[in-house]
């Protein structure tokens, strides 16, 4: 049995090198599907013998297309009973996907902590030039009363799989359209979501072409600090604003949210618990 990534990536130059170095021990096989402007990402990807490179497909752009074209770069190397993991350079993982490639179940969905740039990191951030973000930033934002935002990350190959290549809508589900319907395990494993990790303005263009994160995307922004937030300045989304807490390494993460997490059902609602039963989302 073993572990591919299907690695999606534009323009992450400022990034894409940390989420290498810590992630491709994870996996057996990576696919990177880059879709960017220059030759960063390609040189980065030479170094590494388990990394498989390839450019954008023609025609749409798609969260299916994309990850059938990463997986047509992996079939020959995979074969039935492989785990599959849906990457993103701003997505690094706190928990290891090999701890749970033995579960039974074959689809797995991961919990993201968002990781937005605090105003007390506006000054490290410009004297780095906007550099290092997985090591400027340390706060993590999640939504408030609300059911834990999950999303599908890993899948296992256990039949064909099938993909949108029709539909032109962007962002669809980045497993097979046929796996959509698999039991879902109540362990839900954790990863940051570096989602506006360069808080740059000159970054977003009009039509969101250029956009690192769905954060204020193609709107026009008054400067640098609406890209920071804080307590008195919270993230929001469909006006409603998020928690905010601070953490200094990943075992910090683990002790607070379990190893992993599980979804546990609290009178009506559904709810996040850690390895302590106490309620951590």
């Known amino acids: 049995m073993k572990l591919h990534a299907i690695l999606i990536t534009r323009n992450d130059d400022l990034i894409i090198g940390d989420w290498l170095r810590r992630h491709h021990g994870f996996f057996d096989t990576i696919a990177v599907v880059d879709g960017s402007d220059g030759t960063y990402t390609r040189t980065l990807c030479a170094d590494y013998a388990n990394v498989r490179y390839d450019r954008d497909p023609p025609g749409p752009i798609t ?105 032109t809508q962007p962002s669809t589900t980045v497993i097979p359209m046929n796996y959509m319907g698999e039991a879902i395990p109540t362990l839900v494993p954790i990863y940051l979501h570096y989602k506006c990790y360069n808080p740059r303005p000159d970054l977003y263009e009009a039509d969101g072409r250029l956009k690192k994160s769905n954060l204020n995307t193609g709107m026009p922004t008054a400067g640098q600090g609406e890209y920071f937030f804080d307590d008195d300045h919270p993230y929001m989304e469909q006006g409603v604003a998020w928690n905010v807490a601070r953490f200094t390494t990943p075992a910090d993460l683990v002790a607070r949210f379990g190893n992993p997490p599980r979804l546990v059902q609290v009178g009506n609602e559904l709810t996040m618990v850690n390895d302590e039963g106490a309620i951590v989302h």
């Open 63 to 167: 969260d299916q297309t994309l990850r059938h074209r990463g997986y047509e770069m992996l079939r020959d190397a995979a074969t039935e009973g492989d785990w599959f993991f849906a990457a993103h350079p701003d997505e690094f993982l706190i928990h290891d996907p090999r701890s749970l490639m033995s579960i039974t179940a074959n689809v797995v969905m991961w919990l993201p902590l968002h990781i937005l740039p605090h105003t007390t990191e506006i000054e490290a951030w410009r004297a780095a030039e906007g550099r290092h973000p997985t090591t400027l930033f340390s706060h993590f934002w999640w939504r408030r009363g609300a059911v834990p935002h999950c999303e599908y990350r890993m899948w296992k190959l256990v039949r064909e799989p099938v993909w949108d290549l029709v539909s």
